[in-house]
């Protein structure tokens, strides 16, 4: 298997600010992004998550979700691998992102 390496920008459980992470799942891409990751059965890379938007934009996103907590990102090789924090979530607001992806899965797109 191919090591992994963390990426150094993602807070800790105990670093969590409510308000940023509200600001990280209120906009639609990143909700998008939110969506596919909770229905995967594994990590995604950033490339295989389907996005409306260019790659560049896309890196923004990811890095607001990081940077809030609720993505873990971390390098297989060169490819930048997606995880949800659903535990450390959980730990710190519980009921807060299973509720948040279960609203998406009621959610019609606009």
């Known amino acids: 298997m191919a090591r992994s390496t963390k990426i150094s920008d993602e807070p800790d459980i105990a670093d969590f600010d409510f308000p940023r992470i509200l600001a990280a799942v209120a906009d639609p891409v990143r909700l998008s992004i939110l969506k596919q990751l909770a229905?995967?059965?594994e990590?995604?890379?950033?490339?295989a998550i389907e996005l409306p938007i260019k790659a560049s934009t896309a890196t923004h996103h990811f890095t607001a979700l990081r940077q809030a907590g609720v993505l873990h990102q971390y390098y297989v090789g060169t490819s930048r691998m997606n995880l949800l924090r659903i535990d450390?979530?959980?730990r710190a607001y519980p009921g807060f992102l299973p509720s948040v992806i279960a609203?998406?899965?009621t959610?019609?797109?606009?």
């Open 103 to 105: 609203g998406l899965a």
């Open 88 to 90: 450390d979530m959980e």
């Open 39 to 41: 229905n995967a059965e």
């Open 43 to 47: 990590a995604l890379s950033c490339g």
């Open 107 to 110: 959610t019609t797109p606009k």
